[in-house]
């Protein structure tokens, strides 16, 4: 099993930052690839960014590229998602997600394991 908790979330005001962090323990070395998605109300989940635990290859959906940048710390055993120029259309809980492939997976059910989740709330 592996384990994962987000943190950072929060409130910002549009065109500003925040990062989000994934701490991953357990059976880590289970898991190749490491995504970030995220819901926002009535919405289905969506992919947002994705990166190898080996290789640091790095995969993001059209509508971040450019903004978000995600990236490891493998002694941490952390992954983090930093994210700029935030718009209101960012708001949404924002999920890590573990899989055992090296290939990126952009849909939900591609990963095995989640975290709780993490607000990230963007006020015009």
């Known amino acids: 099993q592996v384990q994962l908790v987000e943190s950072g979330g929060g409130l910002v005001q549009a065109g500003g930052s925040l990062r989000l962090s994934c701490a991953a323990s357990g059976r880590t070395f289970i898991s190749n690839t490491m995504g970030w998605f995220r819901q926002a109300p009535g919405k289905e989940r969506e992919f947002v960014a994705a990166?190898?635990?080996?290789?640091?290859?790095?995969y993001y959906a059209d509508s971040v590229k450019g903004r978000f940048t995600i990236s490891r710390d493998n002694a941490k055993n952390t992954v983090y998602l930093h994210m700029n120029s935030l718009k209101p259309e960012d708001t949404a809980v924002y999920y890590c997600?573990?899989?055992?492939?090296?290939?990126?997976?952009?849909?939900?059910?591609?990963?095995?394991?989640w975290g709780q989740g993490t607000q990230v709330t963007v006020s015009s």
């Open positions: 997600a573990a899989r055992g492939s090296h290939w990126p997976g952009y849909q939900p059910s591609e990963y095995d394991y």
């Open positions: 990166i190898s635990w080996s290789v640091g290859r790095t």
